[in-house]
């Protein structure tokens, strides 16, 4: 069973620092491309971040560049984003969530992990 | 970016309706057109991709049409478990793009 269970989230004042993290299992985490999707409260979704199955190249919303890094540890099954600098615009529920390539779909997502920028 | 536009933003229906939601590209999309049901406290879940597929384990009264620019997600007979926010993504261009979501909810 296709597993994905994030962590890290938590309460982080503005201009802070929080290391998300996604553990994946069930799967050969290896061969797939993962993404970040956000989703502020009672907002829409919204693409964050993507990194293809080696960890090279990354991608990033505009909104993030330059203050979030996608890695990857594939022998760890593990998917991580650094988030710096954070803003109160960046309190959401962060996703991970695996790409199906073939149908170029987000097929599995995990639960959530809540990040809440105030002071 | 593509902006994806859905409508209604909610809509109150009863058990047994037929129910259409559209989801309207900024640029054509091809055949590159996701939906997602979310239902309260839970992450999405893929219901439909390239326009029309089904989803493994989806039931048969949800389909997908359209092409190009206009996009319609139906229920045929809409069920108590069906009650949901339904969001459409576009993945023809990067970053790929959600809708604002359509809030189904129970007349």
């Known amino acids: 069973e296709v597993q994905l269970l994030e962590s890290g989230g938590g309460l982080v004042q503005p201009g802070g620092s929080l290391r998300l993290s996604c553990a994946a299992s069930?799967?050969?985490?290896?061969?797939?491309?993962m993404n970040w999707v956000r989703q502020a409260p009672g907002k829409g979704l919204e693409w964050v971040s993507a990194?293809?199955?080696?960890?090279?190249?990354?991608f990033y919303a505009d909104s993030v560049k330059g203050r979030f890094t996608i890695s990857r540890d594939n022998p760890k099954n593990m998917l991580y984003m650094q988030m710096n600098s954070l803003r109160a615009e960046d309190t959401a529920l962060y996703y991970c969530?695996?790409?199906?390539?073939?149908?170029?779909?987000?097929?599995?997502w995990g639960q959530g992990t809540l990040v809440t920028v105030s002071s | 970016d593509i902006q994806m536009t859905q409508s209604p933003s909610s809509l109150s229906a009863s058990v047994g309706d037929r129910v259409t939601i559209t989801c309207r590209a900024s640029q054509g999309i091809s055949r590159y057109l996701n939906w997602y049901q979310q239902k309260p406290g839970k992450a999405p879940k893929l219901l439909v991709y390239?326009?029309?597929s089904l989803q493994s384990g989806v039931p048969s009264r949800f389909s997908g049409s359209g092409s190009g620019t206009d996009f319609a997600l139906t229920i045929s007979s809409l069920q108590p478990e069906d009650f949901a926010t339904y969001h459409c993504?576009?993945?023809?261009?990067?970053?790929?793009?959600f809708g604002q979501g359509t809030k189904v909810e129970i007349k």
């Open positions: 069930g799967f050969a985490f290896n061969t797939y491309v």
């Open positions: 390239a326009v029309s």
């Open positions: 990194t293809t199955s080696t960890g090279s190249p990354t």
């Open positions: 969530a695996r790409v199906d390539i073939s149908a170029n779909s987000y097929d599995y």
């Open positions: 993504q576009q993945t023809f261009n990067s970053p790929w793009t």
